[in-house]
């Protein structure tokens, strides 16, 4: 059985990714410090070929007696700070996560000269584009905001790992996730959770800032074809072609809640407030590299992938002891 390691593992996308190696055979090794957005809830229980260790990726000697013990073939590397908010808050965080961690982590690679690293990185290092325009792989960084801006800073770090220690390194660039297990801090997971609470949905600005979105699900498909498909050094845009305003995306979450069944008419409104610092007005993604070279398309379609999030997040919610946790994690009062 083939071994792989996932850093960030109880996060989201990793989470998601490892439950996906699972179904695919593989001997999962997850690797994760466990801050305020890992949840050991998001790895089912007895998970069969599958091994957790609660490390930092930048605590190198753990890490290099991780590699010696299980020979990787390959490490997906979803270990990062990622939200932007939080970055404009405080970025030292995510220098030390997102630049320093991944430095540690390429030191000990260069050692094991055999182990493929794919990097999972953003949409959001290219910056704000024209709407009729779409980010290639070879277009220039103009990261807007710390979070950005580390993660553009971590690309290049491994671009010159490979350039000068010959690592066997692949880049991925996303575009917006979504799906089951996001922090409920993110902006789909906050739209479900202020519907369900009945509240306002705070929207940045005047709402109209573009968006490409993914289901969590199409991004991990995508990843596993390239780590085994993909080319030595190359970069890879993973997107959906899903591109909404971010008003629109609530009116359509909304519209989705009054239709299901059992669902009490959804009493929430949309509350405009103060844009952020350096928000950017769009991301979108030029795909067409991986759908040619890795032969992926996306499966899931924006309607189909939302609703079963929110069917999801309300069979989460219908559970008292998730919504106290929830209430405590976000530092809300139990109303």
């Not at 010696?68 to 990062?80: D, R």
């Not at 220098?95 to 055999?114: A, M, P, Q, V």
């Not at 609530?250 to 949309?270: A, H, Y």
Request: overall charge positive; charged content about 25%; glycine content about 6%.
């Amino acid at each position: 059985m083939k071994t792989v390691i996932v850093t960030g593992g109880l996060g989201f996308i990793g989470s998601n990714l490892i439950k996906y190696l699972n179904k695919k055979k593989f001997f999962v090794v997850n690797i994760d410090k466990f801050s305020y957005a890992s949840n050991y809830q998001n790895i089912p229980k007895n998970l069969n070929n599958y091994k957790f260790y609660k490390k930092d990726i930048n605590d190198r000697i753990s890490i290099r007696k991780i590699l010696s013990k299980h020979k990787p073939l390959y490490i997906f590397n979803c270990a990062a700070e990622t939200h932007v908010d939080r970055s404009i808050d405080g970025p030292k965080v995510f220098i030390k996560s997102n630049i320093n961690g991944l430095f540690n982590l390429l030191e000990e690679i260069k050692y094991f000269n055999k182990i493929k690293l794919i990097h999972i990185s953003t949409d959001e290092v290219y910056g704000d584009i024209n709407i009729k325009s779409k980010s290639k792989e070879y277009d220039p960084y103009k990261p807007s905001s710390p979070y950005a801006a580390s993660k553009a800073a971590g690309d290049l770090l491994i671009k010159s790992y490979i350039r000068t220690y010959k690592i066997n390194a692949i880049i991925t660039h996303c575009c917006n996730n979504y799906g089951p297990n996001q922090f409920f801090e993110k902006f789909i997971p906050t739209i479900i959770y202020k519907i369900i609470k009945k509240k306002n949905i705070p929207l940045y600005g005047d709402g109209l800032n573009i968006r490409e979105w993914i289901h969590v699900k199409d991004h991990c498909a995508a990843l596993i074809k390239i780590a085994q498909k993909g080319i030595y050094g190359e970069t890879y845009n993973i997107g959906s072609g899903n591109r909404i305003e971010n008003i629109k995306l609530v009116k359509k979450i909304i519209t989705i809640f009054k239709k299901l069944k059992n669902i009490k008419m959804c009493r929430s409104g949309i509350l405009l407030v103060k844009d952020r610092p350096g928000h950017d007005f769009c991301y979108s993604l030029d795909s067409s590299k991986i759908k040619k070279v890795i032969n992926w398309k996306c499966k899931i379609n924006l309607e189909n992938g939302l609703k079963k999030t929110i069917i999801w997040y309300l069979n989460y919610f219908s559970n008292k002891t998730n919504l106290n946790k929830t209430h405590k994690r976000l530092g809300l009062k139990n109303d």
